[in-house]
């Protein structure tokens, strides 16, 4: 572990805070009148899932923690759990499906992803940045709407709603930003 600067804190940092292990979400650096400067830090714990505000000045020190990361594939579900399987000695671990958040309506079977290890046990799940999906539902183009700006909703095959490019149609593969949630391009 490594002790860095309160100022030098950066969203996707992992952190020890108060005998918790935190992922920070949002930085705000400021710098008033009057007093040091200070970092406004918006953290989640990633063991029990609490968030807090904290405030870091430029002398606060923190311990910044270095994950062990592990490629495994993903199986299938089984009910609320999910069923990985390590690719490299085929062992398979069980975990909650809310360790993936709003992201795994993007988990498909086969996918390969990275586990994010603290002392040997599961605390993150990442997935690719970028998957392919299929629409399955997309509004009509409205006729005039040729401002390459206008975007309509669509349906993907996972029940996700993205807004797409008018040309997009039902039944078109394309690449989706799986964090962000937003349309990237058409799928070869």
Avoid: C
């Avoid at 085929?90 to 795994?104: K, M, W």
């Amino acid at each position: 572990m490594a002790k860095i600067s309160g100022v030098d804190i950066r969203p996707g940092n992992i952190l020890e805070y108060e005998k918790g292990i935190w992922k920070v979400a949002k930085t705000q650096h400021t710098q008033p009148g009057k007093g040091g400067a200070f970092m406004q830090v918006e953290m989640k714990n990633l063991i029990d899932g609490r968030k807090t505000n904290v405030r870091f000045r430029s002398q606060d020190t923190i311990e910044r923690v270095r994950l062990d990361t592990k490629d495994f594939q993903f199986l299938y579900a089984e009910g609320d759990d999910l069923v990985f399987m390590d690719v490299e000695n085929y062992d398979q671990i069980t975990l909650p499906s809310d360790l993936l958040g709003d992201a795994v309506a993007f988990l498909q079977d086969g996918m390969t992803v990275l586990l994010e290890m603290y002392d040997e046990r599961p605390i993150s799940v990442q997935l690719p940045e970028q998957v392919e999906a299929t629409i399955v539902e997309a509004d009509a183009v409205v006729r005039g709407q040729t401002a390459s700006s206008s975007f309509k909703p669509a349906i993907l095959d996972n029940g996700v709603r993205v807004m797409v490019p008018p040309h997009i149609e039902s039944g078109t593969r394309i690449i989706v930003s799986v964090y962000d949630r937003e349309y990237v391009g058409k799928a070869n």
